[in-house]
């Protein structure tokens, strides 16, 4: 038997309309950007097929009733954190694949922390992972250099970097040239034609306020649809609450009162529960922008003009790794609000080429990562 060690739910939710929005976030593992990374793996492993997917639960079972594993997929993600919830986690994902004892094929194994310290060091159980996959792998994929390089300070020799899998979802051979078609396309459009795909703010960071109030802002003024991922404002958006969360009421613009702000909210929010229906909806847009990855990488791939918001280390390494177009927090806080598409236009169509090298020089790697793997 061959396996693919994930969640249940790989890049959809069967019967959405009947999950609450806890089911949704425990589906996608607490983040439906996760389905990105998932869905890719479709376009990568062409035998992705044949291999069963199984969850941790049901991979223990298998081990207790000695069941023989021929291989296992992983798609890694943020696994190596450092917080205690990690340190849990992660024991029990390291006994899982040390009992296995199979090959391990590791895609976008990442680092997850708050910023980029070269004096921080894995816990014993995260690196007891690290070191599980390492020693069942011939290779492993790893989404940044940050995350290379505390590999290495355990001794992890057998890694490269990759960045994400979800950079190939698209395979057509005019996928650059049609980018820079829709970015020369949509700078040209009147602001009142143009429909923008804004991703949502990520917490945690200092700034994080500012982008969500500058965000807001530019949904009040123009077409703009505001993609949630996150379990923030799903139970608002499904009618679960009728109480808009904190974060967004506590960072509204100063001229904007709680109903406007419901309003804007309620008309131009919107979730998927699938991949496929996420790009489909995307290829519809002129431009998208945020703070999120995987929330501008859906609608990239989609064939549209994406530009992340850099606004801390993690993103930044991941961003950096595949070369993806990016503007300062600075830029973004300080353009003016009509100023903002053309912004993000020139900074896309300037970054373009080097990440079209890029994704050139990670399709490589990748090729040779997976004929090392043998998948």
């Not at 991979?59 to 997929?73: D, G, M, S, T």
């Not at 390089?149 to 950079?167: D, H, M, Q, R």
């Not at 608002?236 to 509204?252: D, G, H, I, Q």
């Not at 989609?302 to 530009?307: R, T």
Request: glycine share 6%; net charge neutral.
């Amino acid at each position: 038997m061959k396996i693919y060690l994930d969640l249940d739910e790989i890049d959809s939710i069967k019967t959405p309309y009947v999950q609450s929005s806890s089911d949704i976030m425990k589906i996608t593992g607490n983040n439906i950007g996760n389905f990105a990374f998932r869905h890719a793996l479709r376009f990568l492993v062409k035998e992705i097929e044949s291999y069963k997917v199984v969850n941790w639960g049901d991979a223990r079972r298998l081990i207790n009733e000695e069941v023989r594993v021929e291989k296992v997929i992983l798609s890694c993600a943020n696994w190596l954190g450092f917080s205690d919830a990690d340190e849990r986690s992660n024991l029990v994902r390291a006994k899982i694949i040390e009992d296995f004892s199979a090959p391990v094929v590791a895609f976008g194994l990442g680092a997850q922390a708050s910023n980029v310290d070269e004096k921080l060091e894995f816990g014993p159980n995260t690196a007891r992972l690290a070191k599980a996959i390492a020693k069942h792998s011939e290779q492993i994929s790893v989404r940044d250099e940050f995350t290379l390089s505390l590999l290495k300070k355990i001794g992890i020799e057998n890694a490269i970097v990759t960045g994400c899998p979800s950079n190939f979802i698209n395979q057509s051979s005019s996928f650059i040239k049609r980018l820079a078609t829709q970015a020369e396309n949509g700078r040209r459009k009147k602001l009142s034609l143009q429909k923008f795909i804004i991703g949502e703010f990520s917490g945690g960071n200092k700034h994080s306020g500012g982008v969500l109030r500058r965000s807001l802002e530019f949904m009040k003024e123009t077409n703009s649809n505001y993609l949630i991922q996150s379990p923030v404002l799903l139970p608002f958006f499904l009618n679960e609450s009728a109480s808009v969360p904190s974060p967004y009421t506590a960072n509204k613009p100063k001229d904007m009162s709680l109903e406007s702000l419901e309003a804007i909210l309620r008309q131009q929010v919107l979730g998927f529960s699938s991949v496929d229906a996420w790009m489909d909806f995307s290829r519809s847009c002129d431009l998208s922008f945020g703070m999120r990855i995987h929330g501008n990488m859906i609608p990239l791939q989609s064939g549209v003009p994406s530009v992340l918001i850099a606004h801390d280390s993690r993103t930044l390494g991941l961003s950096e790794s595949m070369s993806f177009p990016k503007v300062s927090l600075s830029d973004f806080l300080g353009a003016e609000l009509r100023e903002i598409p053309e912004l993000m236009y020139t900074q896309f169509l300037n970054q373009l080429p080097e990440y079209e090298y890029k994704r050139q020089t990670l399709s490589d790697t990748f090729k040779k990562f997976l004929s090392i793997n043998d998948v």
